[in-house]
């Protein structure tokens, strides 16, 4: 990786990419510092401390803690994401949609058109949701039409601009701009997430214990490192083999390739959508007064993840084996509606592609969705893994809230892997320019 950013500083057109990239995130970095006029940039950082739940760490880790200290750029690129999952679940439910993302360029530019209305219009839900909910609780120091014209407006305006940022990352960066903007906004957390876990571990003892505590933090960390890594990169690959074809006087086609079916095929999804259902009960509770020791306020106990694998009360960690349940139900959910195995057997048939002892056609469709509901499982199995662990250490260790979990490595991971290869693409684009020059 060092080698890699190395000679990509050599290289004029590709440095100055990614000092566009810096450039730009110093930007976001800046927006993630100003107060919306007329609010309290305590407040949401009081209601965080008090959740402490996984999607709600989540949630300030994907803003950079933007949301917390109630900025400018408090919704962050979150409204973006949003939008990009409806329309791709759209595009899967709507045949004219689905027809438009085969269409070409055009077809995926009028998508992504749509799905920038589609961002603004989340943001303005969201942040009058905000101001109405929340104003007269505390958020806004003086509740009146004025000032939630101005909070709603702010945000709205924060987040298209942040949308915007990520574009021009995407046109004259390295690439993948709303995908980087992230990653900066969860890299923000590591600093606090390192003095959280100092201060609990380590303050206060003897050198010693000091050395091999951090010793043993980081050995875990590593390990989950790379594990997220192995578990990214893993797939399982289906031979195919193209029959040949007479073409006038030439023989064409018969080459062998194969079918890549990437082990954790649905990415970090999973993990979202069941932390945001389990989540919103809870949320929406905070409107009501629910008595803690009633059967709903120890419902909504066990669905907060900040009360699972205490041992002072082990009962509330039944609330995780939904959580589990969910991440495999959703990662089965999304793996179907963006892999279709009738599709592409279809798709192969017609080019006369076949994969070796298994005819073409129906047998091949049921061939790769055996397959597939194979992978699907242990790319589950690695997920819930991946976002139990961080759960379990603090509810075990009494860490507290720590943003930096499994499902933020997963995205860092996945992020710093492709930003990698779009600057190697970059490179090889630029050394193919070199040499027809010469």
């Known amino acids: 990786m060092l080698k890699t950013l190395q000679n990509a500083f050599k290289m004029k057109e590709v440095r100055n990419k990614i000092l566009f990239d810096f450039l730009v995130l110093a930007v976001v970095r800046l927006g993630s510092s100003i107060p919306i006029p007329g609010v309290n940039a305590s407040y949401f950082a009081e209601f965080f401390a008090r959740q402490s739940g996984d999607a709600f760490n989540f949630f300030d880790a994907m803003t950079g803690g933007s949301f917390a200290s109630l900025s400018v750029l408090a919704l962050s690129i979150t409204p973006y994401i949003t939008s990009s999952i409806i329309m791709q679940l759209l595009t899967v439910a709507i045949p004219k949609l689905e027809e438009m993302q085969k269409d070409g360029e055009d077809g995926r530019k009028k998508i992504a058109e749509w799905t920038r209305y589609l961002t603004v219009a989340l943001a303005l839900i969201e942040s009058t949701a905000m101001a109405v909910g929340f104003g007269g609780r505390g958020l806004l120091i003086e509740y009146n039409i004025s000032s939630i014209l101005v909070a709603v407006a702010t945000m709205t305006a924060g987040s298209a601009f942040l949308m915007w940022l990520g574009e021009q990352i995407t046109a004259h960066g390295v690439g ?30 003897s050198v010693a214990i000091q050395v091999v505590m951090f010793l043993i933090v980081l050995a875990v960390i590593v390990a989950m490192v790379v594990f997220v890594v192995v578990l990214n990169g893993g797939e399982r690959r289906i031979p195919v083999q193209y029959s040949k074809k007479t073409q006038g006087r030439m023989m064409v086609g018969g080459q062998s390739t194969f079918i890549p079916l990437k082990v954790n095929t649905a990415n970090v999804i999973p993990v979202i959508f069941a932390s945001s259902i389990m989540s919103m009960p809870v949320m929406i509770s905070q409107f009501f007064t629910v008595d803690a020791s009633s059967v709903g306020g120890k ?31 959703f990662a089965y959910f999304y793996t179907s509606i963006n892999f279709n195995p009738l599709e592409i057997a279809n798709d192969m048939k017609k080019r006369g592609g076949f994969i070796p002892g298994i005819r073409p056609g129906k047998p091949t469709s049921e061939y790769l969705d055996k397959i597939l509901n194979y992978i699907v499982f242990i790319g589950a199995v690695g997920l819930i893994i991946v976002s139990v662990i961080p759960i379990m250490a603090s509810g075990l260790f009494n860490i507290g809230q720590i943003s930096f979990g499994g499902t933020s490595l997963i995205i860092i991971v996945g992020v710093v892997l492709e930003t990698l290869k779009a600057i190697e693409s970059l490179m090889l684009v630029r050394n193919y320019r070199g040499f027809l020059n010469d």
Do not use: H
């Open 176 to 205: 993948n701009g709303i995908s980087v903007v992230l990653l900066f906004n969860i890299l923000s957390s590591i600093p606090s997430d390192a003095k959280t876990l100092y201060e609990r571990f380590m303050l206060g003892k």
């Open 299 to 329: 419902i909504l106990r066990a669905l907060s993840s900040s009360n699972w694998f205490k041992p002072e009360a082990p009962l509330y960690s039944i609330g995780m084996i939904l959580y589990l349940a969910l991440i495999v139900a």
